[in-house]
């Protein structure tokens, strides 16, 4: 079975902090994937990998960096935490789909982030 | 929107019954995922249903796709308490994967 370990599954941290969100896959997965989770608004991608050192920007990138320089390892790095980035950070992964292309192979998600900026 | 609607937005059962999930959408896709979330935890991947088959079956799940309708269901057979949880549908539009609000499944033992 595919394992996807975070780190923390909470974490208090006070505004203006950089916090790192650590992800780690043990199944050779190509990418890799975080996502923040709120009510009403549902799941969010953030930012995706699809190799080594590679990253893209998902649908709500701004106060976020992330860093790949280990296939297994992602990590989500707030620069300076805010209070509207009070959420679930959710980190997924997922084989290399034929064409390279995203989203034809399921998500194996870790158990979450659940992290509070005060 | 580009979001999967699902229907009901919550659901509650006896243990022993059968639960059945929908999920509506109006563009087209590639495939179509379901997803299970126990409280507090990640997305656990049940079925993935690709744009050109009809139904699918792992264990008590059977998942169906109507690209007609572009509407899919999730039926959960002899339900179990462990089952209560919250089941996400997500569509595979190109190039993105876009997540549901969720049902919410209880099931009273």
């Known amino acids: 079975d595919v394992k996807v370990t975070q780190s923390s599954r909470y974490l208090v941290k006070r505004t203006g902090e950089k916090v790192f969100l650590e992800c780690v896959q043990d199944?050779?997965?190509?990418?890799m994937f975080w996502y923040r989770q709120d009510p009403g608004l549902g799941l969010r991608l953030i930012y995706f990998s699809y190799d080594v050192k590679m990253k893209e920007k998902g649908d709500i990138p701004e106060g976020y960096s992330v860093s790949r320089e280990k296939k297994e390892r992602f990590s989500l790095i707030l620069e300076s935490a805010s209070t509207n980035q009070t959420s679930m950070y959710l980190c997924a992964s997922s084989l290399v789909d034929f064409g390279r292309s995203l989203f034809n192979s399921p998500l194996h998600f870790g158990n979450g982030t659940r992290l509070t900026v005060t | 929107s580009q979001q999967g609607e699902e229907d009901p937005q919550a659901l509650s059962i006896q243990e022993g019954e059968n639960a059945t999930m929908n999920c509506s959408y109006k563009t087209s896709i590639n495939n179509l995922q379901w997803y299970r979330q126990n409280s507090g935890r990640g997305l656990v991947h049940l079925i993935l249903i690709r744009s050109n088959e009809r139904e699918k079956h792992s264990g008590r799940l059977r998942v169906t796709l109507d690209t007609s309708k572009k509407s899919s269901s999730l039926l959960i057979t002899a339900s179990r308490a462990a089952d209560t949880a919250s089941y996400f549908c997500?569509?595979?539009?190109?190039?993105?994967?876009?997540f549901g609000q969720g049902t919410t499944l209880q099931v009273k033992p």
């Open positions: 199944m050779d997965h190509e990418n």
């Open positions: 997500a569509l595979r539009i190109t190039g993105k994967l876009i």
